[in-house]
């Protein structure tokens, strides 16, 4: 047995074990147990405490140099200055203390589960083998703190195959979760993507638009609607001119109708000058037919004749002078009126052109900064959905996940199957031996400790130690702010 | 408004200063009469010291240039300036008489 472990040693670096079935003799054997015992709880309850390890290990090289066991691969890590203390206290070293003292030497970085790989390692690789060539003789007896261990390991095993199935569980709920929101998130993202696109289709409506008037009923842009407006400007600016060359052309006319009216009055007056001569002459004439006597009778008819016709000659002339003075009263009025419509100013009516020129420009300026803005606008909503769209598709990253966790779960199945079988194997050999012994809880509700989620912590619980769970989930309720039954809450992110 | 005339070799040019507005229709009526005088083959009006017309004063140059043209002269304006020049390309005066700027 001893040659057999020492070979062990040789390839699983030092192996303490070994130590320990040979410092086990019939003399120290019960107080050994005890000791391995509390001391091992006393470990268990102040689980991040690596220091006593390495000290354990020094301690033994103190204590057994007389041994068989290769010591030379010891590390280095152990610290002299922290040793003496316990090194006074137990020159007796427990086997448990050697046990884990193997641990120590093996494991460089020391984690919560130490206690675990010391014992997985002690069934494993030691007693468990050793056992395998004890078959044939199963009267013998073993070490009382030996079986205590193996004990403690199936209960472990258990314990931990408990635990697996609780894992691999959340592990499920995990992927339910994942596959729940992550649909439920790409959902989401969709109908944004949506909007943004029609979005981005209003605006361009809207671009197109801002381009166009509406006018009775019909769509004009707006560069024919200014191009109409400054046709017609043009067009009444032309009317403007030629009415004014009008205004001053009949003020012309009317210039030249008052002369000729004056010219008419002129000669009126002629005429009247000429009907006065006319008149005197016919008076001769009577005068002297009258002197004539008889022979001048004939004569003083047709000088009475010549002077009715001067004075019909005269009445007209009287009207027509009359006739012409209100034609040119109307004239001289029509001049008038005229004067004052020519005169009226419409340079100023023309230069308005400009100023609406200068509007319509800038209504155009602004119109285009405006179709400008919308164009970025409709830009950036495109821009936008683009980017959801890449958002959903790396959201697709969950069937990766999914995999993964998956292969996990598989692992998991695997390492649960085969704890089974040694869990299985050992009780079937040990049978006699683990009669009566019960499974040690310690380990695992130490474990349960430093889960942070209250509810999982529950779940652990209950999956593990039924008969226990209402009254330590009652407690843990208290304890935490953990929402105890709805798994999909997101709520839960928080008591992390 | 003010004015002066300057005749040689069948040209005359009648240059205008000030104002051109109704009030002087009677005296630019006086002035086309030269256009009906058979020893000018071209007129000009030059109307580079003229600050000012209105509605009438386009007007008038409009009969300034139909009295030239049924005289058989040819007619031009010359160097229209400021408020003028505006007035005469808004109303697009370069469409019916030749203008040199």
Redesign the interface.
């Known amino acids: 047995m001893v040659t057999e472990n020492i070979e062990l040693a040789e390839t699983e670096r030092t192996v303490k074990p070994i130590d320990a079935s040979d410092t086990v003799d019939e003399s120290n054997h019960s107080s050994e147990a005890e000791d391995l015992y509390s001391e091992d709880t006393s470990r268990d309850a102040d689980m991040d405490d690596n220091e006593d390890l390495p000290v354990v290990e020094f301690v033994e090289d103190d204590t057994a140099p007389t041994d068989n066991l290769n010591f030379t691969e010891t590390e280095p890590a152990a610290e002299p200055t922290e040793t003496s203390d316990i090194v006074g206290e137990s020159n007796d070293i427990p086997v448990a203390e050697e046990l884990n003292s193997a641990d120590a030497l093996r494991d460089g970085d020391m984690d919560d589960n130490e206690d675990f790989r010391v014992v997985e390692f002690v069934e494993g690789d030691t007693f468990f083998e050793e056992n395998d060539d004890e078959k044939p003789q199963p009267d013998r007896t073993y070490p009382p703190d030996a079986v205590e261990f193996l004990n403690r390991w199936l209960s472990l095993s258990d314990t931990q195959r408990k635990a697996m199935g609780i894992v691999m569980s959340e592990i499920e709920l995990v992927q339910d979760l994942m596959e729940t929101n992550i649909g439920e998130i790409s959902e989401k993202f969709r109908e944004l993507a949506i909007h943004s696109q029609n979005q981005s289709e209003q605006v361009s409506k809207l671009a197109d638009a801002a381009q166009n008037v509406e006018y009775n009923g019909e769509s004009i842009d707006l560069t024919y609607v200014i191009q109409t407006i400054d046709d017609h400007l ?1 067009t009444m ?2 009317k ?10 009949v ?2 006319a009317l ?1 030249d109708v008052t002369k000729d009216v004056q010219k008419v009055e002129g000669l009126i007056s002629q005429i009247e000058g000429i009907n006065k001569q006319t008149g005197l002459l016919a008076l001769n004439a009577r005068i002297e037919a009258a002197r004539a006597g008889e022979a001048g009778k004939g004569f003083a008819v047709v000088a009475h004749e010549v002077q009715e016709l001067a004075r019909s000659v005269n009445t007209m002339a009287h009207t027509m002078r009359d006739e012409v003075g209100q034609v040119a009263d109307g004239v001289r009025l029509g001049h008038k009126r005229i ?1 004052e419509v ?6 100023e ?3 308005v ?2 100023t609406i020129q200068d509007l319509m420009k800038c209504i155009v300026d602004q119109n285009e900064t405006y179709t400008q803005a919308l164009r970025s606008s409709e830009e950036a909503s495109k821009d936008i959905t683009a980017d959801i769209y890449g958002v959903i598709t790396k959201l697709q990253f969950q069937d990766r996940a999914k995999q993964r966790l998956e292969n996990i779960t598989g692992t998991l199945q695997v390492m649960d199957q085969s704890m089974l079988t040694f869990a299985e194997d050992t009780e079937q050999i040990f049978k006699e031996d683990l009669e009566g012994m019960s499974h040690d809880k310690e380990w695992f509700k130490s474990v349960i400790q430093n889960l942070t989620l209250g509810e999982m912590r529950e779940r652990f619980l209950a999956a593990v130690f039924p008969e226990e769970t209402t009254a330590e989930s009652s407690q843990n309720s208290s304890q935490t702010t953990s929402k105890s039954s709805d798994d999909d809450d997101d709520d839960d992110i928080e008591l992390f | 408004m003010q004015h002066s005339i300057d005749t040689g070799n069948g040209v005359i040019t009648i240059s205008l200063a000030e104002k051109l507005s109704f009030e002087d229709h009677d005296k630019f009526r006086e002035l086309l009469t030269a256009f009906e005088s058979k020893e000018y083959k071209n007129c000009s009006i030059n109307l580079q010291q003229l600050s000012a017309i209105d509605s009438a004063g386009l007007g008038m140059l409009m009969i300034a240039f139909e009295t030239a043209e049924k005289n058989g002269l040819s007619f031009q304006l010359l160097k229209p300036q400021g408020q003028v020049k505006r007035l005469l390309e808004i109303s697009q005066f370069d469409k019916v008489m030749p203008i040199n700027y």
């Open positions: 043009t600016i032309g403007i001119v030629e009415t004014s060359k009008h205004g001053v052309e003020v012309y210039d004067k020519a005169n009226i100013d419409l340079s009516n023309i230069l052109k400009d």
